[in-house]
């Protein structure tokens, strides 16, 4: 279960990670209320990402300001969610900014230590210089020390930066998380840190043995664990000479994805999340797959795409209803070209030269579908009794990759 945005930093607060003075808002009308000295800023409180680029978080001066800009906010839908609650924080002069994450690593079975050097909205800086640290042994203030060194900070921020990571990593274990993420943690002209956004995801399998959070005042509807429709959103990144695209359902996969494909001196040409869980409720296997064939539809419209990268880590019945819709989806668009083959025009060509035109007119109207490297969970390798060679599987994100690189070096 993904917590909202003060949810997760009232859990940074009880850890001592440092937060700004904030208050939450149900109400516009509440503004006036507000106990935060201007100027403060004011944020949608969903779980979708990308807020302040849709004008879900704003920074205002004075209480009519506040009241306009709230009354905004309460009506804006981002990937079609409503907020309940404002957020109001006091505002915050940061000279830098980076990223910390953990993630668990369900392939790997264990945490990983994630961070870069430039956080908040330059996903593009962000990805370049991101660096990990795999917790294969017991945690230890070592492995923290080794990703701020490795992220490029000295002196003090070492120090004051691992004690954040350390803290982190304390609720991570302790509160049964998938994953922790501060971005971006605020360092002003004094050297203080500032946790001023922060995501947290709670194993959903731990959710009875977690009495906190019947303290985080949840809404029915997250209580209820019945998340949003599935949607899915763009990432920020692009790249017009890119052959590969990649489709994950989450932040944290598409980001390792994209590292492993970076190694390789690859850049993906665009990126795409499937938002929420497809076991979370009864009508969303139905719901994923429709979804997925709409991404599918819009990746196979791009040109000079060889690639599509699906990495998505599900339950093993799911990957399997997901594998279907990818089959189903690539049969569909073969029968879709053969039946759409260019008619004989009325101009009189003659025989010698008819096939060669054609041949060109259906190169031209129907240029050549990208290939498909699907990475599914299986306890063993997958296998795709159709032989359709378009579509390439592997429960392995290295071997997936890896073959998704060798299609593009090989066209």
């Known amino acids: 279960m ?33 106990q935060i000295p201007y100027p403060v800023v004011l944020k949608s409180q969903v779980r979708a990402g ?35 609650v404002i957020l109001a924080e006091a505002h915050y002069n940061a000279e830098r900014e980076f990223f910390l994450a953990i993630v668990l690593d369900y392939e790997l079975q264990c945490p990983v230590l994630l961070g870069s050097a430039y956080g908040g909205m330059n996903v593009n800086a962000l990805l370049a210089n991101l660096q990990q640290v795999v917790i294969n042994t017991e945690f230890s203030l070592f492995h923290a020390r080794r990703l701020a060194a490795c992220m490029g900070l000295s002196g003090n921020l070492i120090c004051s930066v691992s004690e954040i990571i350390a803290k982190m990593y304390c609720l991570f274990q302790e509160k049964d998380l998938d994953l922790i993420e501060i971005n971006p943690l605020g360092v002003n002209t004094q050297g203080e840190l500032m946790a001023l956004d922060g995501k947290i995801t709670i194993n959903s399998h731990a959710l009875s043995r977690q009495p906190i959070i019947n303290t985080l005042n949840l809404s029915e509807y997250q209580k209820e664990h019945h998340p949003n429709p599935v949607g899915w959103h763009w990432l920020d990144w692009n790249n017009r000479a890119g052959k590969i695209a990649t489709v994950c359902n989450s932040f944290d996969l598409a980001l390792l994805t994209w590292d492993l494909l970076n190694q390789n001196r690859i850049n993906p040409a665009c990126g795409v999340v499937i938002d ?23 990746l196979t419209s791009t040109k000079k795409l060889k690639v599509i990268l699906i990495n998505i880590w599900e339950t093993e019945t799911a990957s399997n209803e997901i594998l279907q819709t990818v089959v189903d989806y690539v049969q569909s668009t073969s029968e879709l070209d ?8 009325n101009l ?46 592997s429960s392995s994100l290295e071997n997936a990759v890896a073959k998704a690189i060798s299609i593009v070096k090989s066209n």
């Open 348 to 393: 009189s060509i003659k025989s010698a030269n008819r096939d060669r035109l054609q041949n060109s007119l259906e190169k031209e109207l129907s240029p050549s579908q990208p290939k498909f490297v699907v990475r599914l969970l299986a306890e063993k390798d997958l296998t795709l009794d159709t032989g359709d060679e378009s579509i390439h599987l």
């Open 50 to 84: 990308g807020r302040g680029k849709v004008g879900g978080v704003k920074f205002v001066a004075n209480t009519i300001d506040a009241i306009a800009a709230a009354r905004t906010i309460f009506n804006l839908s981002i990937l079609g969610e409503y907020p309940e």
């Open 276 to 298: 929420d869980n497809f076991t979370d409720q009864e009508q969303s296997p139905q719901l994923y797959c429709d979804r997925l064939r709409q991404i599918l539809a819009e």
């Open 2 to 34: 993904e917590l909202l945005e003060y949810q997760a930093k009232e859990l940074f607060r009880m850890v001592g990670i440092p937060i700004l003075p904030s208050q939450t808002i149900k109400d516009s009308r509440k503004i006036k209320q507000l």
């Open 338 to 345: 053969l039946s759409s083959s260019p008619e004989k025009s």
